[in-house]
């Protein structure tokens, strides 16, 4: 059973214009999320995270936005730039039993055409 | 600081045949894990240790052994390599006790099982 889903396996935006990413979440032991960017042939680099006591972090062109009624995040990213293509990985932790161990999601691939 | 670092980078073996996969560390850190990203799957924990000496089951923990000996080493083992086994297996290792449990994670090893 998948804990951390991201419905949708690629996305495809215009340079300069707005990439929305999705991730729903069924624990409700989750207290925090992490979003991950992994270009191919390395390894996945933290890019932001949220707690799940705010419902908006923002850092630069990345802002993540958590809707805890709905179990639901989104990462969205404004103005989209070509070396944004990459997959991006949502994923989720609990302080309680797992030792904030991360739940990855399958990740959703992006892509910025110039 | 060279991070998370791998070793080897590729490796292709044959059914049956045993190999270590090394993790190595120089920022300290408690926690390490191991991964496998398998396309499709996204990443999915295969063992982890929060201490030298200690080890932990995954998600997906069979067909494998690992051990951490040293604080800065963890290293990944396959006793009877299976073509199941092909993917790409990531190191991490992250602090202890700072939320948001941010991992760092190597560059990759790139397994195949013939």
């Known amino acids: 059973d998948q804990q951390v889903k991201q419905n949708s396996p690629s996305l495809s935006v215009q340079e300069g214009r707005i990439s929305i990413l999705n991730c729903d979440y069924t624990n409700s032991m989750f207290d925090y999320f992490l979003w991950y960017k992994k270009y191919p042939a390395e390894g996945p680099t933290f890019l932001i995270s949220?707690?799940?006591?705010?419902d908006k972090n923002e850092d630069g062109r990345f802002t993540v936005f958590l809707n805890k009624s709905a179990k639901h995040l989104s990462l969205h990213i404004v103005p989209s730039q070509p070396g944004d293509s990459a997959v991006y990985f949502c994923a989720a932790s609990t302080r309680r039993g797992s030792q904030g161990n991360l739940i990855f999601g399958k990740g959703t691939k992006l892509s910025v055409k110039p | 600081n060279a991070g998370v670092t791998q070793t080897p980078k590729f490796r292709v073996l044959k059914t049956g045949q045993s190999m270590t996969l090394l993790c190595a560390q120089d920022?300290?850190?408690?926690?390490m894990y191991w991964y496998r990203q398998d396309p499709g799957m996204g990443l999915r924990l295969i063992h982890y240790s929060v201490g030298e000496g200690t080890t932990a089951k995954g998600e997906v923990p069979d067909g494998y052994n690992v051990s951490r000996l040293k604080k800065q080493n963890f290293l990944l083992g396959l006793e009877s390599a299976a073509p199941s086994q092909t993917s790409v297996y990531f190191c991490?290792?992250?602090?202890?006790?700072?939320?948001?449990?941010?991992?760092?994670f190597g560059p990759g090893t790139r397994l195949t099982v013939t």
């Open positions: 949220i707690s799940s006591i705010k």
């Open positions: 991490a290792s992250r602090p202890a006790g700072r939320a948001p449990y941010e991992q760092y």
């Open positions: 920022m300290n850190h408690e926690y």
